[in-house]
C-alpha cells in the first residue's frame, strides 16, 4: 500500500520559513509527480507547487513564485516545500499528492494526511 506522510507544520511568525516533508513509502517517489495542495478553512483546495517526474521540471502557484522551492532527495524518498517569507495567507492544511503527471487539478493517485501551517502574530 503506497502511503505519504507530511510533516514539519506549525506555528511561524510573518515573514518566517518552514520547510515540509512528504516521506513517501512503498514506492520511489522519483517515479512520481509529487504536488504541494493546500487548504484553508472555509475555501477550496489549490495546487501550490509540483516536481514533474520525467524531467524533474518544477512549478509554483503565482502566490508562491520565489518564496516556496520543491525539491526531491531521491536516497530519503522524499520530497521537500521550503516555506521562505511567510506570509497569514499561506495559512491552511497542506497536502502532498502524487501521480503520473503535475496537474492544478487535483488528479493525483496518492495523497497524505496534511500539515497544518499557520502563520499568525
Known amino acids: 500500500q503506497l502511503q505519504l506522510v507530511e510533516t514539519g507544520g506549525g506555528l511561524v511568525q510573518p515573514g518566517g520559513s518552514l520547510r515540509l516533508s512528504c516521506a513517501a513509502s512503498?514506492?520511489?517517489?522519483?517515479?512520481?509527480?509529487i504536488a504541494w495542495f493546500r487548504q484553508a478553512p472555509g475555501k477550496e483546495r489549490e495546487g501550490v507547487s509540483c516536481?514533474?517526474?520525467?524531467?524533474?521540471?518544477?512549478y509554483y502557484a503565482d502566490s508562491v513564485k520565489g518564496r516556496f522551492t520543491i525539491s526531491r532527495d531521491n536516497a530519503k524518498n522524499t520530497v521537500y516545500l521550503q516555506m521562505n517569507s511567510l506570509k497569514p495567507e499561506d495559512t491552511a492544511n497542506y497536502y502532498c499528492?502524487?501521480?503520473?503527471?503535475?496537474?492544478?487539478?487535483?488528479?493525483?493517485?496518492?495523497w497524505g494526511q496534511g500539515t497544518q501551517v499557520t502563520v499568525s502574530s
Open positions: 499528492a502524487a501521480g503520473l503527471i503535475c496537474t492544478w487539478s487535483g488528479s493525483y493517485h496518492y
Open positions: 512503498e514506492f520511489t517517489v522519483n517515479y512520481y509527480a
Open positions: 516536481i514533474s517526474k520525467t524531467t524533474d521540471n518544477t
